[in-house]
C-alpha cells in the first residue's frame, strides 16, 4: 500500500485547506483510514479516522466542528477539508490505512502511512 498525500500549503488564520490522500492499492475499501499530525516537539496525534464506507468517523476533540474527513472509494482517496484554520493547527498530516472493518484511533494500529504535507497557520 502506498500513500500520497498533497494539499497542504501557508495560509492565515480562518482560513480553510482541503488535503487529499490517494491510495495505490488494489482493495481500498478494505481499509479504514485516518489523518495525523504531528507538530514540533508534539507527539503525533490523530486528527480524523474515517471507516471502509464513510459511514462512521471519528475526531479529535479540537478539530470537531471544523474539520471533515471523507474518502471516495472509487478515486481510492481520502480527504480532509479543514476550515476555521488556527496557528495551533500547524503541524506535518500524514495519512494512514489501517487494514479493518471499524474505525480505530490508535496510532499503532495502522499498519501503512504516506509521507506528510506541511500545513502552516499564520496568525
Known amino acids: 500500500v502506498q500513500l500520497q498525500a498533497s494539499g497542504g500549503g501557508l495560509v492565515q488564520a480562518g482560513d480553510s485547506l482541503r488535503l487529499s490522500c490517494a491510495a495505490s492499492v488494489r482493495t481500498f475499501r478494505a481499509y479504514a483510514m485516518g489523518w495525523f499530525r504531528q507538530a514540533p516537539g508534539k507527539e503525533r496525534e490523530l486528527v480524523a479516522a474515517i471507516n471502509w464506507s464513510g459511514g462512521v468517523t471519528s475526531y479529535a476533540d479540537s478539530v470537531k466542528g471544523r474539520f471533515t474527513i471523507s474518502r471516495d472509494n472509487a478515486k481510492k482517496t481520502v480527504y480532509l477539508q479543514m476550515n476555521s484554520l488556527k496557528p495551533e493547527d500547524t503541524a506535518v498530516y500524514s495519512c494512514?490505512?489501517?487494514?479493518?472493518?471499524?474505525?480505530?484511533?490508535?496510532?499503532?494500529?495502522?499498519?501503512?502511512w504516506g509521507q506528510g504535507t506541511q500545513v502552516t497557520v499564520s496568525s
Open positions: 494512514a490505512a489501517d487494514y479493518n472493518d471499524y474505525v480505530s484511533r490508535r496510532i499503532g494500529d495502522y499498519e501503512y
